[in-house]
């Protein structure tokens, strides 16, 4: 059986574990290494255990640790070459990615990495060559958008084949518009190459989510201007407008930002 494990999912440090009992990916790295291996261990799984490490973009608070835990434990980092060079040039990143253990993916191409069938597809964000992933494992599919601007076409067919998705729901607008940040951060959050907000995210699953989807979880929520129940309460009653229930239709669940949110069983 497939399981999914979310270590943290936030500007503090976001980290996501898909795994079976011979295989695991995990999917960024913007947590401490110690911090890691103690929230592992009470879930019962070895970093042993993880064989692969995708990466979706160069921000510090995905990558902190990629270097470290790739060196300490011999695991290979997938991402693109843009990708890797700016993680090499994270100045966040105190251990880089040493060459035996970079691995170079292309948007669009399919790769086999272990058990998993991953496609990279291009996300909108102000980072280097930002990327998600479509993931097969077997007859399951899972997908994860995080730190995503607007949705693009691609993004919408790949939502539309997804059994299982992670998708960011980062900000309430009204509460990023009276909040405490400066203008500048305003304009980046809500821009086109920012992060999505609630009424966006809960548009991408009406419109584009199939009778294939299960489960659906949400990501990336700020501190400062988003709350977990709004984030909810908001995506629920715009799904209900289209006619969508959640807990009927699919299941939807929100990630914790700076502590594990448990482990979901994909079936």
């Known amino acids: 059986m497939l ?50 490490i995708l990466v979706t973009h160069d921000h510090a608070d995905h990558i902190k640790s990629i270097g470290s835990l790739s060196a300490d434990f011999k695991i290979p980092v997938y ?43 291009n996300v909108p964000h102000d980072s280097i060559d930002c990327v998600g992933f479509f993931i097969t494992h077997g007859d399951t599919t899972f997908t994860i958008i995080t730190d995503c601007g607007h949705l693009t076409e691609e993004m919408k067919t790949v939502i539309s084949k997804s059994n299982y998705l992670i998708i960011e729901a980062n900000h309430d607008p009204e509460m990023l518009k009276e909040g405490p940040y400066p203008p500048h951060l305003k304009v980046r959050i809500a821009g086109e190459k920012g992060h999505l907000c609630n009424q966006d995210c809960a548009k991408a ?47 939807l669940d929100i990630l914790k930002r700076t502590k594990p949110t448990g482990v979901f069983e994909l079936e």
């Open 3 to 52: 399981k999914f494990l979310s270590l943290g999912s936030g500007s503090s440090g976001n980290c996501y574990l898909l795994y079976s009992d011979t295989d695991a990916l995990m999917i960024d790295c913007g947590i401490g290494v110690r911090t890691l291996k103690k929230n592992l261990t009470d879930y019962g799984i070895s970093v042993s255990a993880i064989h692969h």
């Open 79 to 121: 991402s693109t070459n843009q990708v890797h060079q700016g993680i090499f040039r994270n100045w966040c990143v105190k251990k880089k990615v040493e060459e035996p253990f970079r691995r170079y993916i292309e948007k669009g191409e399919t790769m086999q990495i272990g058990e998993f069938e991953v496609t990279p597809f």
């Open 205 to 251: 699953l009406a419109e584009n989510a199939t009778p294939l989807l299960k489960h659906v979880w949400l990501c990336h929520l700020s501190e400062e201007n988003n709350h977990p129940e709004l984030a909810r309460k908001t995506i629920e009653s715009i799904l209900a407008s289209y006619g969508i229930v959640c807990g009927k239709d699919f299941q």
